[in-house]
């Protein structure tokens, strides 16, 4: 069975300050995994994706992630983060891009001044 | 190009009562799949959609049920309405195509909030 944990519930982060947002995995074989962003009231937006090739991945906003399969890990970074990040992230893991995803419980990023 | 719809936004029904909601697919895509998120969760997936038959089902009892219509618009259907039913109800579409030249990626609509009382 597939499953994604994000430890953090929430973190705070000041304007400008690095960001790592931890997400671990537990799938059968190579997953797909994405970072989805959720605003207050709204639907999910893709920030980035994962499939094969470079680990390293680079996504909207300025987000990347890499992917460390010795780990089971897919952690979502920014080098200055921007009140606009403020918002949820969901990492999730899939058999295929468009098949059942698993997600995670979502991590709640504030960002102070 | 038009992204994925969903309607209402909006819905307040009570324990027992039966719900309809709707999505609309982006433009091109074939494939619809149905999420529920509750307060403070990420979601979860209900089922999915191809070819208006059901593809994949996750852990929800038979009272949901959906329909995926020629256009690849979609309903989700719930029956017999609990409190614990009360969430955001996403829909996400995306295209299977053959020999997997299909999407790799699946287009979340802004959801609709149904509340239970």
């Known amino acids: 069975a597939q499953s994604v944990t994000q430890p953090d519930i929430h973190i705070t982060v000041s304007e400008g300050a690095s960001l790592e947002l931890r997400c671990n995995y537990s799938?059968?074989?190579?997953?797909?995994l994405f970072w989805y962003v959720q605003s207050p009231g709204q639907g999910l937006q893709l920030l980035l994706k994962y499939f094969s090739g470079d680990t390293l991945v680079q996504g909207i906003k300025g987000f990347e992630a890499e992917f460390k399969r010795s780990q089971s890990s897919f952690n979502l970074r920014k080098p200055s983060v921007h009140w606009s990040d403020a918002a949820e992230y969901f990492c999730?893991?899939?058999?295929?891009?468009?098949?059942?995803?698993?997600f995670g419980t979502g991590t709640r990023l504030t960002i102070i001044p | 190009e038009t992204g994925v719809t969903q309607s209402p936004t909006h819905l307040i029904k009570t324990r027992g009562q039966q719900v309809t909601l709707r999505c609309s697919s982006q433009s091109g895509h074939n494939t619809v799949s149905w999420y529920q998120q509750a307060l403070g969760q990420g979601p979860q997936f209900i089922f999915q959609y191809y070819r208006e038959e059901e593809n994949g089902r996750g852990n929800f009892p038979p009272r949901f049920s959906g329909l995926q219509f020629p256009n690849y618009s979609s309903e989700l259907n719930v029956n017999a309405l609990e409190l614990d039913d009360s969430a955001l109800y996403l829909c996400a579409s995306s295209l299977e195509g053959l020999a997997g030249k299909g999407t790799d990626t699946q287009y979340f609509g802004p959801g609709t909030r149904l509340t239970v009382l």
């Open positions: 999730a893991v899939g058999p295929r891009g468009n098949e059942k995803l698993t």
């Open positions: 799938y059968g074989a190579t997953p797909y």
